[in-house]
C-alpha cells in the first residue's frame, strides 16, 4: 500500500495557504464589516458540516473552502471591535502566528528532555508572571487549557495540602468531611472540579454576598468556626477577582488572613480580573492576592491569546510533585538536568502530552513588551468608564459597583422591569450591530457589556448607547408613563 502524502505537493500546499491567506485577511481586518452574530439554521450548519464526505473527499481547496465558510457565517464574531460579551477577545497577531509555529513543530512539552527550549520558555513565564503576581522567589505553576483546568489543578493541591494521605486513600481516607468555602457568585468551573475530586457539591460551603457581591468575611469567619465545631474539615478558601456576571473583585487581603488565621488553603480565581495588575492605578484592588497559595489567570480572556490558555500559579511548588508525580516505564528516566533538577512537566500537572501554550503570550510579550499589556488593561478601563459615564448622561442607571470593564446598567424609565432588559437585548442581539447579555442584580435581569477586545473604541461604546437609546424611545411610545427613579449607583 502506498503510504499516504499527508504533507501534500509544495504545489498544493503553496495554493492552500494563498486561499487560507486571503479569507483570514479578509476576516481579521474586516471583522468590523460582519455582523457580529446571526442566527444559525440547524439543518443548513449541519448539511455544510456533512458536505465534506469522508467516504469521497473532495478537492482540498473545496474542503477548505468549506471549513472558513462555516466559521464565517455560522458563528457569533467575538474578534468583533461590537462583541461587548463575556471574556472573550479578539486575538493578537503575534499569538496567532505562535499558535501556528507550535501546530507545524508539535514540540511534547511532557517532559524537558524532549522539548528544552519550550519547557523552559514555559518555566521562565511561569517565573515571571508569578512575581509579577507578588509571589517571592520559588513560583511553582504550569500552563493549563482554560480557568477550568486551572481551579481543578488547585483543587488537587489543597486536598493533598490539607490531607497528606489524599494521594494514595483518596477521598476514602479522609476521616472529617472535608469543605471549601466560596462565594454565592464563584464560577461554576468550582462546582465541576468538586464533582471531579470526587467531593460532590454537598462540599462546597456558598457564603453570602455583601451589595457589592463580594464575599461577607463576618458569615464565612462565622461559618468556619461553627463547621469545625461540629466536627467538619475546611481545606479550601477560594477568592474570586472578578466574578463573570457582576465583576465582583473579592477582599482578598481579607480572605487570606482568615485562611492564615485556620491555616486553610487560600486559592484566587483570577481568571479575568486578575489583569488589573497591569494596570499602575488600579492593581489595589488584588492586594491580597500572593498572600495566599495559588491563583488562576487565564491569557485567554483579558491578555488576547488564542484558546486555550490559562496559568495555574502556586506559592508552594513542593506540593506539585507530591501531588502529581507518576512514574511509567516507557517515559525517559530522571530527567534531572545538569543544572539543578527540573521537574518535568507531565509529574507536576495533570496533563501528560502537552501543547506548547505559553508561546503564545511569550510571542505577544516579545513583540510588545508588558508595557503593551498595561496599555490595554488601561485602554479597556477607560472605555469602560467612558460607557458608564455615556449611560449615566442619557437617563440610564448604572446597577453594580466594580473597576473591571463590566457595566450591568437598567433604565430608569424601565427600571425593575426584567423583561425589558431581555427584549432590547434580544433586539439588539438579532440585529447583528452588537452582542450583549443580561445578568441579574438583586433578582432583576440588568443589561451587561463588557470590554474585551483591545480594538473596540470609543466611537463603539457610544454607537451603542446611541442604539440603544433608539430602542427605548420607541418602547416608551408603546408603555404607560412610570416614574422615574433617576440615577443611582455610579462607582
Ligand atoms: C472564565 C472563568 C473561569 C473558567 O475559565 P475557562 O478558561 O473558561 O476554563 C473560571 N473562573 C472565572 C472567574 C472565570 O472568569
Known amino acids: 500500500m502506498d503510504r499516504p502524502n499527508f504533507d501534500l505537493s509544495e504545489k498544493e500546499r503553496m495554493g492552500l495557504i494563498r486561499l487560507l491567506l486571503a479569507n483570514l485577511g479578509q476576516y481579521y481586518n474586516g471583522t468590523d464589516k460582519l455582523k457580529v452574530s446571526r442566527q444559525a439554521n440547524r439543518e443548513e450548519v449541519r448539511s455544510l458540516v456533512l458536505s465534506n464526505d469522508f467516504e469521497n473527499p473532495l478537492d482540498f481547496k473545496h474542503s477548505l473552502s468549506n471549513v472558513l465558510k462555516g466559521l464565517t457565517e455560522y458563528g457569533l464574531h467575538t474578534p468583533h471591535p461590537r462583541y461587548f460579551g463575556l471574556f472573550n477577545p479578539r486575538t493578537s497577531f503575534a499569538s496567532i502566528l505562535a499558535d501556528v509555529v507550535t501546530a507545524v513543530f508539535n514540540p511534547q512539552l511532557a517532559m524537558w528532555s524532549h522539548a528544552p527550549y519550550a519547557v523552559e520558555l514555559e518555566y521562565q513565564l511561569v517565573q515571571q508572571f508569578g512575581r509579577k503576581f507578588g509571589y517571592s522567589q520559588d513560583v511553582g505553576g504550569t500552563f493549563c487549557t482554560g480557568g477550568a483546568e486551572a481551579n481543578l489543578t488547585a483543587m488537587v493541591m489543597a486536598l493533598n495540602h490539607a490531607f497528606p494521605d489524599y494521594g494514595k486513600s483518596g477521598i476514602q481516607g479522609i476521616k472529617q468531611p472535608p469543605l471549601l468555602y466560596c462565594s454565592r457568585e464563584t464560577h461554576h468551573s468550582i462546582l465541576k472540579a468538586a464533582r471531579v475530586c470526587g467531593l460532590g457539591s454537598n462540599a462546597i460551603v456558598p457564603i453570602d454576598t455583601d451589595d457589592r457581591y463580594r464575599i461577607d468575611l463576618e458569615l464565612l469567619k462565622s461559618r468556619l468556626e461553627s ?55 488600579q492593581e489595589k484592588y488584588l492586594r491580597g492576592m500572593n498572600n495566599g497559595d495559588s491563583i488562576t489567570f487565564d491569557l485567554h480572556k483579558w491578555l488576547s491569546v488564542p484558546m486555550g490558555a490559562s496559568l495555574f500559579l502556586t506559592s508552594r511548588p513542593e506540593l506539585q510533585g507530591r501531588t502529581f508525580s507518576a512514574r511509567t516505564e516507557y517515559m525517559p528516566k530522571d530527567s534531572k538536568i545538569a543544572h539543578g533538577s527540573f521537574p518535568d512537566p507531565y509529574v507536576n500537572s495533570i496533563q501528560w502530552s502537552r501543547r506548547f501554550i505559553g508561546l503564545k503570550i511569550y510571542m505577544a510579550l516579545s513583540f510588545h513588551g508588558w508595557k503593551a499589556l498595561e496599555e490595554q488593561v488601561d485602554h479597556h478601563l477607560e472605555l469602560a468608564e467612558h460607557l458608564r459615564e455615556r449611560l449615566l448622561a442619557t437617563g440610564w442607571i448604572i446597577k453594580n459597583h466594580t473597576v473591571l470593564p463590566i457595566v450591568l446598567f437598567s433604565h430608569s424609565y424601565f427600571d425593575e422591569d426584567g423583561a425589558f432588559a431581555r427584549q432590547l437585548c434580544d433586539e439588539i442581539v438579532h440585529s447583528g450591530t452588537f452582542w450583549i447579555s443580561v445578568y441579574p442584580v438583586q433578582g432583576v435581569n440588568a443589561l451587561r457589556a463588557c470590554i474585551t477586545n483591545y480594538a473596540s473604541s470609543k466611537e463603539d461604546v457610544e454607537a451603542l448607547v446611541k442604539l440603544m437609546n433608539i430602542y427605548v424611545e420607541k418602547y416608551m411610545g408603546n408603555r404607560p408613563a412610570k416614574k422615574s427613579v433617576g440615577q443611582q449607583g455610579s462607582i
Do not use: N, Q
Not at 456576571?245 to 485562611?259: N, R
Open 227 to 281: 463547621d469545625i465545631a461540629s466536627g467538619m474539615a475546611p481545606f479550601m478558601i477560594i477568592g474570586t477577582a472578578g466574578t463573570t456576571g457582576y465583576g465582583a473583585i473579592d477582599d482578598l487581603e481579607g480572605l487570606s488572613a482568615i485562611a492564615g488565621k485556620f491555616g486553610i488553603w487560600f486559592h484566587v480565581d483570577a481568571a479575568f480580573g486578575g489583569a488589573l495588575k497591569f494596570s499602575a492605578k
